[in-house]
């Protein structure tokens, strides 16, 4: 194997990532189809939300030397994506890990793979996803791996300098040409949902409120059939 290392990408503007972290994933969810990472991809501290820009790693195997390297460069709102080449028993992430990162102002993680010391990652505080807890820990071999390159993670394709958007709800991974008008279209949506929720609570119907009565309605007049109301 070999060992691969490029620069550290551009970031994501801060206030682009300001705009961002106050979005939340199911919002984005309602207008963008693609770029989500599996729901195998699941939060350690679930109340978290977090934006940053990707810095990707591929760790092989049982090997994670390059992740205490990566971790001497990375720099305040980075957020690291780990691709674990498959590898679902060895845990590359722990409570040592999360101090190290957060102490270079890491924002968050996701691991395509297990992570170790629940406990500990949530009482350090740094937000991250990975697909469950492991006792298994990697090992530092030096044997290969890359660093900002193209990587995989929960069936998603990351690019080094992508946006991240990461809460209880999921990972989003948007490129960071897209990042503001991604965040400006779900602030927009997320500022009408408190609108939705007052009118039904003053008790209009759901359909009215969102507009599928006249839709499934004019459907089934359509097809000759009677609406229920």
């Not at 682009?16 to 699941?42: K, P, W, Y």
């Not at 350090?124 to 890359?146: K, Q, S």
């Not at 690019?159 to 958007?165: E, Q, R, S």
Request: charged fraction near 20%; proline fraction near 7%; glycine fraction near 10%.
């Amino acid at each position: 194997m070999t060992i691969t290392v490029r620069p550290m990408p551009e970031q994501v503007s801060p206030d682009v990532q300001a705009r961002l972290a106050r979005c939340e994933t199911a919002t984005v969810g309602h207008f963008e189809n693609e770029s989500f990472m599996s729901s195998d991809i699941r939060a350690v501290i679930p109340a978290a939300r977090v934006a940053g820009t990707a810095v990707t790693l591929r760790l092989p195997n049982i090997d994670a030397t390059l992740l205490s390297y990566c971790l001497s460069f990375v720099r305040p709102g980075d957020f690291l994506v780990i691709d674990r080449c498959g590898d679902r028993k060895h845990a590359c992430w722990g409570a040592v890990v999360s101090v190290a990162a957060q102490v270079a102002g890491v924002v968050g993680f996701a691991v395509d793979g297990p992570t170790t010391d629940f406990s500990e990652q949530r009482a350090i505080g740094l937000p991250g996803w990975c697909t469950g807890p492991a006792p298994l820990t990697a090992r530092r071999l030096g044997d290969g791996g890359a660093i900002n390159v193209p990587v995989g993670c929960g069936g998603v394709v990351v690019n080094p300098g992508d946006a991240i958007l990461a809460d209880e709800s999921g990972v989003f991974v948007c490129p960071a040409a897209r990042a503001g008008a991604t965040a400006d279209e779900a602030l927009r949506r997320q500022v009408r949902e408190p609108e939705l929720i007052a009118r039904l609570r003053a008790g209009e119907k759901f359909a009215d409120v969102l507009g599928t009565r006249r839709i499934v309605e004019e459907k089934l007049k359509a097809q000759g059939d009677q609406p229920l109301g």
